[in-house]
């Protein structure tokens, strides 16, 4: 056993939120080890360079339409050969990707604790998120340390049996890594200069949930079609998941229709000057519904569950389901209301406030009996400045 914290990540979204509590890790000179299993591969490369990141390990399994149960072998079988070998104190996961249950069962096979970064989110739907929601409950049965965005994740988990002294609520680390990159006022990149002479509304779109694909998506898409014919200042723009279930569809689906404009997948530097430009999202992403408040955009998640209630029930988002008819009333509702839209956009974010890495090293920290003080909990008070790119 050494005494590094391992941190194990494989897609998009696990590495922007685990980057801010790698730069804290390394900022307190605590040694860190850097596992990923390379799940995605080109998303992951885009966010290990924008945070600065060089793995340790790269075990590189994806595969071009790879199954659930591949994924989930070649990354428990490569996970756990590396665990063996390096033996880290502690070793972090974030989410619930298929990378995220092999982490945490890896690392119980090889008896390391395991620490949950964003614990507790749940639906209660087995298959809503899919196969996410059963990741997470799984990764929370394996766990020893808990890291809760919010009080609520904190509640579900103390539902489910776990102890209380376990749990920390931290805030939701994708607020830290949103302002790392608004820190920086990046300018868009090239091909997308073409949004700072547009004078009318954006809305910006992202898809690629399993369960949304097939006739959801194509709800989805036609929504997307309809809002452009009705509102003749509204261009979609949608940087495409580069699964090619999703790509096929939405050019099968979409080209050629006027103000749609759809784009590879950007790059963190890219992506979060492009949400704080758009006048709204409509998304079946979770990270996306956390980064949207922050920034100040109503978010539509085009979903029929959400493990992230706390935007609904503030007012920053609103769950409205695949069906076009819901999708084109709500967005319309939000287009034709400047009342509403403003209500909306400044309530504020209640997923975190750019402090959750500094939190949840803390919290490692007292887990692993190095800090004798147990840190304060992270509660979010409606209309505070949390998030927002004003408040960086
Ligand atoms: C995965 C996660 C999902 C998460 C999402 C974030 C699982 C089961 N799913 O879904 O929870 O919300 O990531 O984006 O863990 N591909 C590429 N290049 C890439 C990434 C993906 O070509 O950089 C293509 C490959 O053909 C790959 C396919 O997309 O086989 C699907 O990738 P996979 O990681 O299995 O699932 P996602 O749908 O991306
Ligand atoms: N994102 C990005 N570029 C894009 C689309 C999304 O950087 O073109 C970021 C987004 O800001 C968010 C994360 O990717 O932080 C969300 O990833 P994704 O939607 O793939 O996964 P989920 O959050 O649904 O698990």
Redesign the pocket.
């Known amino acids: 056993m050494n005494d590094a914290v391992a941190l194990v990540f494989g897609?998009?979204?696990e590495a922007?939120?685990l980057a801010p509590v790698y730069q804290e890790l390394k900022r307190r000179g605590t040694p860190v080890q850097v596992i990923v299993t390379a799940q995605h591969r080109g998303?992951l490369d885009?966010?290990l360079a924008v945070f600065g990141m060089t793995p340790d390990v790269d075990l590189d399994i994806m595969q071009e339409g790879q199954s659930l149960g591949e994924v989930t072998c070649r990354a428990l079988a490569g996970l756990q050969q590396t665990l063996h070998r390096l033996r880290p104190r502690v070793v972090l996961v974030q989410?619930?990707?298929t990378t995220v249950l092999g982490g945490a069962l890896a690392a119980f096979y090889e008896r390391i604790p395991v620490g949950h970064v964003e614990a507790g989110l749940r639906t209660n739907d087995k298959f809503s998120p899919y196969p996410?929601e059963i990741n997470r409950r799984l990764t929370d049965v394996l766990s020893d340390v808990y890291f809760a965005a919010t009080r609520r994740a904190r509640r579900n988990l103390l539902g489910e049996g776990v102890a209380p002294a376990g749990i920390y609520v931290t805030g939701n680390s994708?607020v830290d890594?949103?302002r790392f990159v608004v820190d920086q006022n990046p300018p868009l990149p090239e091909s997308l200069h073409w949004l700072d002479e547009m004078d009318g509304r954006l809305l910006l779109t992202?898809a690629?949930?399993r369960e949304n694909l097939g006739v959801p998506f194509s709800r989805i898409c036609e929504a997307l079609r309809e809002l452009t014919e009705r509102y003749p200042d509204l261009t979609v723009l949608w940087?495409?998941?580069p699964n090619p279930l999703v790509t096929k569809s939405a050019h099968e689906l979409l080209d050629g229709v006027e103000r749609v404009v759809l784009?590879?997948?950007?790059?963190?530097l890219?992506?979060?000057p492009v949400?704080a430009r758009a006048d709204l999202v409509l998304?079946?992403?979770?990270?996306?519904?956390?980064?949207a408040p922050a920034l100040g955009v109503p978010v539509l998640v085009a979903r029929d569950t959400t493990e992230r209630p706390e935007g609904v029930e503030a007012g920053v988002a609103r769950l409205v389901g695949t069906e076009t008819e819901t999708i084109v009333l709500e967005a319309s509702r939000l287009l034709d209301s400047p009342a509403e839209y403003r209500q909306m956009a400044e309530t504020g974010c209640p997923y975190g406030d750019g402090q959750a890495a500094p939190r949840i090293c803390d919290a490692l920290e007292h887990f692993l009996g190095d800090r004798a003080e147990r840190p304060a909990d992270f509660d979010w008070v409606s209309g505070a400045d949390t998030g927002g790119p004003g408040a960086a």
Do not use: W
């Open positions: 897609t998009r979204p922007i939120k998303l885009q966010m989410g619930d990707t996410e994708v890594a949103l992202t690629h949930r940087p495409l998941h784009c590879e997948p950007l790059d963190y890219s992506f979060v949400l998304t079946d992403s979770g990270g996306v519904q956390e980064e």
